[in-house]
């Protein structure tokens, strides 16, 4: 299993930006589906955007919530994927998870390592 530990969260005013982090370690990190997810006060766990790496090259897939506005990105010699989040709204209050797994999924029952999470608050 791989240990996630995430970092970057805040507070933020709406417009403005963060770029949250998460590093991983424990197992080959390039080999590894990292995604992030986010859960707002009462809400259940939403998918926010995936990264993979296979033969094929590298994919990538968004909510369309924050599709335009979110970059999610890895740098494999420093076992870390990125979440750069432009363009913040209110709603993108969340705390955000960083998720690994065998294969990206929007789902995050498919993902068995998870980061203890990092609050983002967007003020208005």
């Known amino acids: 299993q791989v240990q996630l530990v995430e970092s970057g969260g805040g507070l933020v005013q709406a417009g403005g930006c963060l770029r949250l982090s998460c590093v991983a370690s424990g197992r080959t990190f390039s080999s590894y589906a990292t995604a992030w997810f986010r859960q707002g006060p009462g809400k259940e766990r939403e998918f926010v955007a995936a990264?993979?790496?296979?033969?094929?090259?590298?994919?990538?897939g968004y909510a369309d919530s924050v599709k335009g506005r979110f970059t999610i990105s890895r740098d494999n010699a420093k076992n870390t994927v990125y979440l750069q989040m432009n363009s913040l709204k209110l709603e993108d209050t969340a705390v955000y998870y960083c998720?690994?797994?065998?294969?990206?999924?929007?789902?995050?029952?498919?993902?068995?390592?998870w980061g203890q999470g990092t609050q983002v608050t967007v003020s208005s």
């Open positions: 998720a690994g797994g065998s294969f990206a999924s929007r789902d995050p029952r498919d993902f068995d390592s």
């Open positions: 990264i993979n790496e296979n033969w094929t090259g590298e994919s990538r």
